[in-house]
C-alpha cells in the first residue's frame, strides 16, 4: 500500500501486525520494546514542543506588537530643518472664559501650522480681571510678551478655524496680511475689515504704536487699527486664488455669551468712531498674574493670566453693568 509522504510517521501502526506475526522471540519482544519506547518518546517530544512553541507565542504576542508610534514634536525637529525657514510666528489669543472654544482651537492650529512647516508658539492672554473684554489690549499685552524669538504676529480670534491648506501663515515681509478677508470670512464681508486673523511683523506692529486701548466690549478696534495701517503708509495684502469662498473658514462663536460685552452707551458711541492718535503700546498698563505652559491634547500653548487696568475717567464704559 503506498502512503503520502505526509502520513510517513504513522506507517509502525499500520504494519504493527505483520511485524508480530510468526514465532515470538526474544528478540522480537525486545525489538518491539524498543520502537514502542521511541515512539512514544516521540510522539511526548512532538506534543510537548507543539504545547511549548503554543505557551511561547501565547507569551511573547503582546511584546511582538509594535508600540504606538510617539507623537513626532515637530516644532523640536523644526529647529534644525531649514526647510521650515528662519522665522517664527506668535499666535496671539485674545481670550476670556471661552474653554470649549480653546480646546478645539489649540491643537487645531499646532497641527494646521505644522503642515505648513510654520514654526510658532501659541500665546493666549486671558483677561482676569473685572473690566469688560478689551480684544486690542489683550493683543498689545500678547506684542509685549511674545518674546525675542518671535519676529512676526498673529491677531488671531479663537472662534476662527482654517479650513483651506491654501490659506498663507508665512512671514509678511512686504506688508500686513489679511488672511480673514471679507471675501472669505463667514460674516463680515466690508472692504476696510481687518479683523479676524491678521498677519503683521513685530516691527510693523511697533510702527502703528499698537492697538487702542480705549475699546471695551465687542467691535471697533479693527476699524481703528486699520486707520493706523494707513497712516503708518503700510500695504495691505490679502489672499489670493482661494475658491472656497465663504467656506474657507469654520465660525465656531456662540453670540449669545457675554451680552455684557455687546453693549454700548452713548458715550462709547460717539468714541467708537474716533482716532486715538496717542493710545496704544505707550499707555498700555497691564499685571501678568500668573503664566502656565500647558498642552492641549498634546499641542502645547502659554497662558498669561492677565489684568488689564483701566482709566475711568476717559473710559468709564470699562464697567458697564
Keep these: 500500500m503506498m502512503y503520502s509522504s505526509r502520513r510517513k510517521p504513522v506507517l509502525y501502526f499500520k504494519e504493527e501486525k505483520r511485524f508480530l506475526s510468526g514465532k515470538c522471540t526474544v528478540y522480537k519482544l525486545f525489538g518491539l520494546c524498543m520502537v514502542l519506547v521511541l515512539v512514544s518518546l516521540l510522539w511526548l517530544q512532538l506534543s510537548c514542543s507543539g504545547e511549548m512553541s503554543s505557551m511561547h507565542e501565547d507569551r511573547r504576542l503582546p511584546q511582538q506588537q509594535p508600540p504606538p508610534p510617539c507623537p513626532s514634536d515637530s516644532q523640536a525637529s523644526a529647529a534644525d530643518d531649514p526647510s521650515w525657514g528662519p522665522h517664527k510666528l506668535a499666535l496671539i489669543i485674545p481670550f476670556r472664559e471661552r474653554f470649549e472654544e480653546l480646546l478645539v482651537f489649540v491643537p487645531f492650529m499646532h497641527t494646521f501650522l505644522n503642515k505648513k512647516k510654520i514654526r510658532h508658539k501659541i500665546i493666549v492672554i486671558n483677561q482676569v480681571d473685572h473690566y469688560r473684554f478689551n480684544r486690542a489690549s489683550l493683543i498689545n499685552v500678547g506684542y509685549m510678551e511674545s518674546g525675542n524669538d518671535t519676529d512676526y504676529l498673529a491677531m488671531h480670534d479663537v472662534d476662527l478655524l482654517p479650513l483651506n491648506d491654501a490659506l498663507d501663515y508665512g512671514f509678511p515681509e512686504d506688508g500686513p496680511f489679511h488672511v480673514a478677508s471679507?471675501?472669505?470670512?463667514?460674516?463680515?464681508?466690508?472692504?476696510?475689515?481687518?479683523?479676524?486673523?491678521?498677519?503683521?511683523?513685530?516691527?510693523?506692529?511697533?510702527?502703528?504704536?499698537?492697538?487702542?486701548?480705549?475699546?471695551?466690549?465687542?467691535?471697533?478696534?479693527?476699524?481703528?487699527?486699520?486707520?493706523?495701517?494707513?497712516?503708518?503708509?503700510?500695504?495691505?495684502?490679502?489672499?489670493?486664488?482661494?475658491?472656497?469662498?465663504?467656506?474657507?473658514?469654520?465660525?465656531?462663536?456662540?453670540?449669545?455669551?457675554?451680552?455684557?460685552?455687546?453693549?454700548?452707551?452713548?458715550?462709547?458711541?460717539?468714541?467708537?468712531?474716533?482716532?486715538?492718535?496717542?493710545?496704544?503700546?505707550?499707555?498700555?498698563?497691564?499685571?501678568?498674574?500668573?503664566?502656565?505652559?500647558?498642552?492641549?491634547?498634546?499641542?502645547?500653548?502659554?497662558?498669561?493670566?492677565?489684568?488689564?487696568?483701566?482709566?475711568?475717567?476717559?473710559?468709564?464704559?470699562?464697567?458697564?453693568?
Design 182 to 321: 471679507p471675501e472669505l470670512h463667514p460674516l463680515y464681508h466690508y472692504k476696510t475689515y481687518v479683523g479676524g486673523i491678521l498677519l503683521l511683523t513685530k516691527k510693523h506692529y511697533h510702527m502703528c504704536n499698537g492697538m487702542s486701548n480705549r475699546f471695551w466690549g465687542w467691535g471697533r478696534e479693527d476699524d481703528e487699527f486699520y486707520r493706523r495701517l494707513r497712516k503708518a503708509e503700510l500695504q495691505l495684502f490679502r489672499p489670493s486664488g482661494i475658491t472656497t469662498g465663504y467656506k474657507t473658514f469654520l465660525h465656531i462663536h456662540d453670540p449669545a455669551w457675554r451680552k455684557r460685552d455687546q453693549k454700548r452707551v452713548a458715550t462709547q458711541k460717539q468714541e467708537q468712531f474716533k482716532v486715538d492718535p496717542e493710545g496704544g503700546l505707550t499707555n498700555l498698563r497691564y499685571q501678568v498674574e500668573s503664566r502656565q505652559e500647558m498642552t492641549v491634547s498634546g499641542a502645547p500653548c502659554s497662558v498669561i493670566n492677565t489684568k488689564l487696568e483701566c482709566d475711568q475717567e476717559q473710559t468709564p464704559w470699562c464697567l458697564l453693568a
